[in-house]
């Protein structure tokens, strides 16, 4: 079995890993920059998230997002996009983005699933988000595992 990790990047990131024992382990990290520190620190501080996760990992999912709210949002999800782009292609880790009408449809049957159906999908599997950003994160690991399971004999 694979370790994979499944990512909902943003400022407030959620994540989601599956071991090879099949263990999963989930939460929420916060990558927004404090008062005295530049635009850049949530891109360090992400990079070293990732020192800390990825070498234990085989795969990595992301939740690919094509339309944003704002600018802003925009530019931290394409900056935390090549980051993790980056940091895979170093290490040779096959990274994938799944489209999120994908991952709702998966998890709720519908593909505009709102953010409280995305929470219950969670629980549903047994897990207990946090917030919307690690449900999408648990969904997305379902769906991979999904994908990465050997097809039936």
Not at 35 to 62: H, K, M, P, S, T
Request: net charge neutral; proline share 5%.
């Amino acid at each position: 079995m694979k370790s994979i990790l499944a990512l909902d990047l943003g400022t407030t990131m959620g994540w989601a890993t599956k071991v090879p024992a099949g263990v999963i382990v989930s939460g929420v990290t916060n990558l927004r920059g404090g008062r005295f520190e530049g635009g850049g620190a949530r891109f360090l501080r992400f990079n070293q998230w990732l020192e800390g996760r990825i070498a234990r990992v085989d795969i990595c999912y992301y939740e690919e997002v094509r339309r944003h709210l704002s600018t802003d949002s925009a530019h931290i999800y394409g900056g935390l996009l090549g980051i993790l782009q980056a940091f895979c292609e170093s290490r040779q880790i096959p990274y994938i983005g799944v489209p999120v009408a994908t991952i709702k449809k998966h998890a709720t049957g519908k593909g505009n699933a709102n953010k409280q159906a995305m929470i219950q999908a969670a629980r549903d599997r047994g897990h207990t988000p946090e917030d919307d950003n690690e449900a999408d994160a648990l969904c997305l690991l379902h769906w991979a595992i999904e994908q990465e399971a050997p097809p039936p004999a």
